[in-house]
């Protein structure tokens, strides 16, 4: 059974960065696609940033410039370096992952939330 822990999260100033960390324990076939989504109050989950096993990369809009996903393979875990953080980034970050094009093979693995929050 793989479980996803999530860490880093916490209250900051505008301006401020923050850096997430998604541990995976148990195996997780490759290859894989790793994410960063985030979920305000009263919205809608929503992509923030994905990385595949390989290193391709993917932000969303409002992130980019901002926010940086990086992997470590051999470690199972997963980063999200955010900067510049705005009150608009308020949310709880989920971390996420499912394979890439493995025939046969199907999951959809989430962590709890961390939440960041972003007020002076």
């Known amino acids: 059974q793989v479980q996803l822990v999530e860490s880093g999260g916490g209250l900051v100033q505008p301006g401020g960065s923050l850096r997430l960390s998604c541990a995976a324990s148990?195996?997780?076939?490759?290859?894989?696609?790793m994410g960063w989504y985030r979920q305000a109050p009263g919205k809608q989950r929503e992509l923030v940033a994905t990385i595949t096993s390989g290193g391709s990369t993917n932000y969303a809009d409002s992130v980019k410039g901002r926010f940086t996903i990086s992997r470590d393979n051999a470690k199972n875990t997963w980063y999200l370096e955010m900067n510049s953080l705005k009150p608009e980034d308020t949310a709880v970050y989920f971390c996420n992952t499912k394979p890439l094009g493995i025939p046969g093979i199907a999951y959809n693995y989430w962590g709890q939330g961390t939440q960041v929050t972003v007020s002076s």
């Open positions: 148990g195996s997780i076939l490759r290859p894989n696609v």
